[in-house]
């Protein structure tokens, strides 16, 4: 490795994915012995530990930094705030996701709520279409709680039998799904249907059918003898209080559905605003990968330095490139950086962000498309004779406030070297679409390996074509071995996919909850329609009454569509007052430029859903204009 021989001393176990994306670990070399550098107490190392029973989070923080305030005290050269951040592994590593699976596990329940309203009014409607049944048992000798037992077996058997189709299309449909996770989820790869799976598929699946039975079954085990087996017709059958069980159940189901479009609406919303974000670049046509020169094979600075000027200018004069460069950090490819600046004549202000740095090679701006609003770009003699930064926008807006910033003189962090503002450049987002623009400098990278403390190996290549940049990659990657056959190349990519893998995370969420939704619209509209299907064909004989004493048909569709719109109303507003709950409870921190309470997403979510029980409530009220009396006054 880097050109020294290693020898393999341990195999982690295939499950070991404490640090996602390592495959192989060397040991940290710690020598007391040795002379600290000027910037020792700048470090990007993270400890992870086991804390003893009896230890919590708190107690480990104030316990580190004590240590840390011993290490200050016995380097009081160092001045300055060191505190150490502890927190548990575990929201290190999925911590990021909680907020997506919370909302994902949200929706899957609403959806799973509103299929059993469903199922519970198919069963209230088939309990009461059986009372008869239910009757004549009772007449025969057959006990309440027997009874009630039977109805539930056949709920829980129509539940598991469900549950079981739901397993063979979800192990169908297994590995499509898992195509659109995207890479950033972490442990994503150990997602399989696994005996935990099944087991917690079982377990919704008998409670989903023992709890959404027991009302019809209850219902059913409070038969009247003398009403169902002395009835002569339909009506005396049809009890009120289930009515309004059913009416109930409309309401809730159009409010789980109106929560569950309301999600999906904001988190498109938010996706729609997020990738028209102007990142501050240009994004198409250009090429990217990462070089990583070791020091075994380049000990020297100019040694580093001729090879990426090199591989830069052979990469130029290829066909189809228009300009090509080399940064310490591509954009929103990796995360630059910050240090500590000091502006000549200035105090330091602590309340400024610490800019980010980056050094370059070649035209780097060019290739990336970073315009030059003031001064110069880089030129060769800034390396040696006058150490020059070109500086962003809102570096020259925080640090120089009403001055004009070319010609100022800063002092990097522990540098010795004064550094004068050459040219200022635009901001991008480099940290994402979702993180402000932050102060930065770049560097020429020669001047860094010259006369600075930084020694940047690994440096990435932006290559701006003319054409496809995919066309470019294999010729790129030769530019490469020419120099040196030995290097490998790392993360070669367009821009393109590399602003689809930032927001690939929001569309996997938008995709599901997208999902989620149009489902629940479509059991919540074929509820809406059962319920008053049901509720006409209770209602037949008096549909025939009205129609025979001279009511229009126009008059019963108004009175069928009235009262059903009048449940869907209000499973709206019920829907509305839950989606300010929710979208503020789950889906407040995976928003983009949107509020959990957006009013045109909600308004627009409260038409559709009134729309839609609109649709499904005309077509039985059409049926029940075209009753006709004679034969619904002969219905017993």
């Not at 009515?243 to 569950?260: I, M, N, S």
């Not at 800034?382 to 003189?409: F, Q, S």
């Not at 930084?454 to 990435?460: E, P, T």
Request: charged share 15%.
């Amino acid at each position: 490795m880097d050109g020294a021989k290693r020898t393999i001393v341990g195999i982690m176990p295939a499950g070991f994915d404490y640090f996602p994306g390592t495959d192989v670990w060397l040991p940290l070399a710690l020598d007391p012995a040795s002379t600290p550098p000027p910037n020792f107490l700048s470090h990007s190392s993270s400890i992870t530990g086991k804390l003893r029973p009896e230890t919590g989070i708190e107690q480990a923080t104030k316990r580190i930094d004590a240590v840390i305030a011993g290490v200050l005290a016995d380097h009081p050269e160092h001045d300055g705030t060191h505190v150490a951040r502890v927190q548990p592994l575990r929201d290190v590593m999925v911590g990021s996701m909680r907020p997506t699976l919370m909302a994902l596990l949200g929706a899957v329940g609403l959806l799973l709520l509103i299929a059993c309203t469903n199922v519970a009014n198919l069963l209230m409607a088939r309990a009461e279409s059986r009372q008869r049944e239910v009757a004549l048992r009772f007449a025969l000798g057959a006990g309440r709680g027997r009874v009630v037992r039977q109805l539930l077996v056949e709920s829980t058997l129509f539940a598991l039998l469900g549950g079981a189709f739901g397993l063979i299309v979800t192990s169908v449909t297994f590995d499509g799904l898992m195509a659109l996770v995207p890479g950033s989820m972490p442990r994503s790869a150990e997602i399989q249907l696994d005996g935990n799976v099944l087991v917690f598929a079982l377990a919704i699946t008998l409670a989903t059918g023992l709890l959404f039975g027991l009302v019809p079954a209850l219902g059913a085990g409070r038969t009247s003898l003398a009403r169902s087996l002395g009835g002569s017709d339909r009506g005396s059958t049809h009890s009120a209080a289930a009515g309004r069980y059913r009416g109930g159940l409309a309401v809730a189901e159009v409010a789980l559905v109106f929560v569950l479009m309301s999600g999906a609406g904001l988190m498109a919303r938010s996706f729609w605003r997020l990738t028209r974000v102007d990142l501050g670049i240009e994004t198409q046509r250009w090429l990217t990968f990462n070089v990583f020169v070791p020091a075994a094979r380049y000990p020297a600075n100019d040694d580093v330095t001729g090879f990426f000027e090199r591989l830069v200018g052979d990469v130029a004069a290829l066909p189809g490139v228009e300009s090509a460069g080399a940064v310490s950090w591509l954009p929103l490819i990796r995360f630059p950086s910050n240090w500590g600046v000091q502006v000549e004549g200035r105090e330091p202000d602590p309340d400024l962000p610490g800019p980010d740095y980056a050094n370059v090679v070649g035209d780097y701006f060019e290739a990336v498309g970073l315009p030059l609003l003031r001064g110069r770009r880089f030129l060769p003699e800034d390396a040696v004779a006058a150490p020059a930064v070109i500086v962003t926008e809102t570096m020259a807006r925080l640090y120089w406030p009403d001055e004009e910033v070319l010609g100022k003189r800063l002092l990097m962090n522990t540098d010795t070297t004064w550094r004068t503002v050459v040219g200022v450049v635009g901001d991008h987002l480099n940290r994402g679409p979702g993180v402000p623009p932050r102060p930065g400098i770049y560097l020429p990278h020669i001047e860094v390996q010259t006369g600075g403390p930084w020694l940047d190996r690994d440096l990435g290549i932006a290559i701006r074509t003319s054409g496809d940049p995919l066309a470019l990659a294999a010729a790129a990657r030769q530019r490469v071995w020419t120099i040196d056959p030995d290097l490998p190349i790392n993360g070669l990519q367009t821009m393109e996919t590399a602003v689809a893998g930032i927001v690939s995370q929001p569309r996997f969420t938008l995709l599901l909850l997208a999902a989620f939704a149009a489902v629940g619209l479509l059991l919540g509209t074929v509820g809406v329609y059962g319920v008053v299907a049901y509720s006409v064909a209770q209602r037949t004989r008096e549909f025939g009454i009205r129609l025979a004493l001279g009511a229009a048909r126009g008059e019963v569709l108004r009175l069928v569509v009235r009262s059903s719109m009048a449940r869907v109303g209000a499973g709206v507003v019920l829907g509305l007052l839950l989606a300010f709950w929710a979208a503020r409870a789950l889906m407040a921190t995976l928003l983009f430029e949107v509020t959990p309470h957006d009013p045109a997403t909600l308004v627009a979510v409260g038409l559709l859903v009134l729309t839609v029980g609109l649709i499904a409530s005309c077509m039985p009220a059409y049926r029940a204009t075209r009753v006709d009396p004679i034969t619904a006054l002969r219905l017993e």
